[in-house]
């Protein structure tokens, strides 16, 4: 019996039998996987495996809130995504802030697993412990925004709904999956929308209003008492400029992803920055449920040229891989061309990396006037990036390539595509650059789901973090080549439980320690979890990812970076002449680890870990 | 020694000021030069936090010759570039 944090309730719904069920969700397994990332990852590795079409209906697409999410923890208003990716064809997995996952708790459930395919488009309503699948034919073509409204009209005004665009549907994929309407949170990243997309399941929409409990009520409150001035305080910079307010520093010290990551500077970078937002389009921020920071933009362009624009502002990974990656430095169009991804539902990092990848394509002959349609791609011009969004969007013309990824696109174009191709795994880069932090280039060849910036969130630790509870007293040498294989495995082991608890990153920027997590995690579940198990929780969540990707074929051959990345030096900028070394540290990676040569966890490593059931 | 100091968003608007040349002692610190900012430039102090138990600065960063300095590390006569911190993305 839970004593807080879980609803104790998984729901599942058959899309191919019209039917859905209410699992009971084991606490064995929730105080072993915790939750989001976790649970989710464990639910893939059984219900799916190397025969599985990511696009078929024998592919499980899995929502998880996590224990934290819906409590008063501040930042916790996160769910993860999880399914076997179409992108990569290992796991993917993508999470939103917002409401959806808080909403889905108040609904009765800690987590849907949809499984099967509809033959006809449908929406499930998730209300009050109960799931009706709705037909979705009506609304099926409409973009997010629109299609939000149409299912609150049809619904509860309060109602949150998951949802997918024209790109989901048409199962482009690098479509992802969109929360809050107009407010645009998004689980962007492996493909998830075209999973999605695959099950003719247009959204989820959720509402309920039954409580979340906590174990430790009071204890709760009186940390958060103490806490939450200090997250408001610390957090004030990043609230006041989004996650776009640290661009210029960004550009500055070589992490600015700069023409398909060939240069090492941007002198439009000051015309795109969070400050440049604040004082033109910005009308207002985006709270995510429980936050006291308020990082999410909302713009508008009320008249010229990209007008209108309404709703949800550009991120900085938005700005960085549609805008720097392509030269192009007009805020108003990026702010366009960001809408548009939301509308359509696109990965706006996945977006702007082929996008890049098609013009330098273009620019060396791989890509002619014959595969564009008489257009002639160009750097640092806005209205080709909003051309091509739309056309990736309503896979036609050259989007219908696009849409399948820098690897895939590169396979197919042939010869030299591969090297302007950057991604691990089959996963766009997003906007941080390898060859400014050695811990990103091990952290990218090594992230469960390709190249992630967030499944070890190293670099933040290189720059200007600290974390004294796993050792790390000191800021990290960002050209440094010793400890980087510790440094890594700890930090992703530690970013699998913020993935599975559902607590935003973020609050590493905001006075928020270890400790206080740990202390959160326990008051609110009633478990006197230790750090030594909280962390080794961390590590069989990491374990339990890679395993399911050495079941799909992964191994020490695909943990690796782009040729541009392990060779090319830029010559400019605050990184000119630094590149990942990376075989050293993948060395020292995998004997932390106690994996293999081949990069796979031996059979001590699982029996340690509790992971040998899992796996036999 | 003398220094030039870059100032970047929002920086730059809060001191009203891109640059400026200040001599400093030979030996002087990030910490050092964080305190003589300060007194040039009052409406910096809401921005410098001292973290005491984990040393480090959350609310600027000071780069020099492309490292991330710590407020123990000594300067070298060169340029220094006062940038707002990352946060997030």
């Known amino acids: ?616 | 020694m003398r220094l030039l100091i870059r100032y970047f968003q929002p920086y730059d608007q809060l001191v009203g000021l891109k640059e400026e040349s200040l001599d400093v002692p030979d030996d002087a610190t990030t910490r050092d030069l964080l305190r003589i900012l300060v007194n040039r430039h009052p409406r910096l102090a809401d921005y410098i936090s001292f973290d005491s138990d984990e040393k480090q600065m959350r609310r600027l960063v000071v780069v020099q010759r492309d490292e991330f300095l710590k407020l123990e590390d000594r300067l070298a006569e060169d340029e220094v570039l006062i940038l707002y911190p990352i946060s997030g993305g």
């Open chain 1, 1 to 616: 019996m839970f004593k807080g944090g879980y609803k104790g309730k998984i729901l599942f719904v058959d899309l191919s039998k019209k039917e859905a069920k209410v699992h009971e969700l084991s606490e064995e397994e929730a105080y072993k996987y915790i939750g989001g990332s976790g649970l989710g990852a464990l639910y893939l590795n059984r219900l799916s495996g190397p025969e599985t079409d990511p696009l078929g209906s024998d592919n499980p697409l899995i929502f998880m809130t996590g224990p934290l999410t819906g409590t008063k923890v501040p930042l916790s208003g996160r769910h993860q995504v999880i399914t076997r990716s179409p992108l990569t064809g290992i796991l993917g997995e993508a999470d939103a802030g917002g409401y959806w996952g808080a909403m889905l708790k108040r609904a009765g459930f800690d987590g849907v697993i949809v499984a099967g395919a509809s033959e006809k488009p449908v929406y499930l309503w998730v209300h009050d412990g109960s799931v009706e699948i709705r037909d979705a034919s009506h609304i099926w073509g409409l973009d997010t925004y629109e299609a939000d409204e149409a299912i609150r009209k049809e619904t509860d005004s309060k109602m949150v709904a998951a949802c997918i665009g024209p790109a989901g549907e048409k199962r482009v994929l690098i479509a992802g999956i969109m929360h809050d309407g107009r407010d645009a949170r998004a689980a962007a990243r492996c493909g998830v929308g075209a999973v999605m997309g695959s099950k003719s399941l247009k959204a989820i929409a959720v509402y309920g209003e039954e409580p979340i409990s906590v174990a430790d009520e009071d204890g709760l409150n009186k940390s958060l008492k103490e806490m939450g001035p200090i997250i408001v305080k610390e957090g004030k910079g990043l609230g006041k400029y989004g996650t776009a307010g640290a661009i210029v520093t960004i550009e500055k010290v070589g992490d600015l992803p700069v023409k398909n990551w060939v240069e090492g500077k941007f002198e439009g970078v000051e015309k795109i920055s969070g400050q440049k937002m604040v004082e033109s389009i910005l009308t207002g921020r985006f709270y995510c449920a429980s936050c006291l920071v308020g990082c999410g933009r909302k713009v508008r362009v009320a008249s010229g040229r990209y007008a209108p624009v309404d709703g949800a502002g550009p991120e900085y990974e938005s700005l960085a891989m549609l805008g720097a990656l392509n030269l192009v430095d007009n805020l108003e169009a990026l702010a366009k061309a960001t809408e548009l991804c939301n509308r359509y539902g696109l990965d706006t990092i996945s977006t702007g990396a082929v996008i890049g990848f098609a013009i330098e394509a273009f620019e060396r002959g791989l890509l002619t006037e014959e595969d564009t349609n008489g257009v002639k791609l160009k750097w640092g011009d806005p209205d080709i990036v909003i051309r091509l969004v739309e056309e990736i969007g309503e896979a036609k013309g050259l989007g219908r390539l696009l849409g399948l990824g820098v690897k895939r696109i590169s396979e197919k174009l042939g010869g030299l595509a591969c090297e302007l191709a950057i991604h691990v795994k089959g996963l766009e880069f997003p906007a941080h650059d390898p060859r400014a932090y050695n811990s990103l280039g091990l952290a990218y060849a090594t992230s469960n789901r390709g190249a992630c910036h967030l499944q070890g969130f190293t670099h933040v630790f290189e720059r200007s973090l600290t974390m004294p509870d796993l050792g790390f007293d000191e800021v990290q040498d960002r050209f440094g080549i010793e400890g980087k294989g510790e440094l890594v495995a700890k930090l992703q082991d530690l970013m699998c439980l913020y993935d599975s608890l559902k607590i935003c990153k973020f609050t590493l920027f905001a006075g928020v320690k270890l400790r206080h997590i740990l202390q959160w995690f326990n008051l609110v579940t009633g478990w006197g979890v230790d750090l030594v198990h909280f962390m080794k929780t961390g590590e069989r969540i990491f374990n339990l990812k890679r395993m399911y990707n050495v079941r799909m074929g992964i191994s020490r051959k695909d943990d690796t970076l782009p040729p541009r990345i392990l060779t090319l030096k830029r010559g400019v900028g605050g990184a000119a002449d630094n590149l990942p070394p990376l075989n050293y540290m993948l060395a020292d990676y995998y004997r932390y680890r106690g994996w293999d040569e081949f990069g796979i966890p031996t059979v001590e490593k699982l029996e340690e870990l509790g992971l040998t059931k899992e796996f036999q």
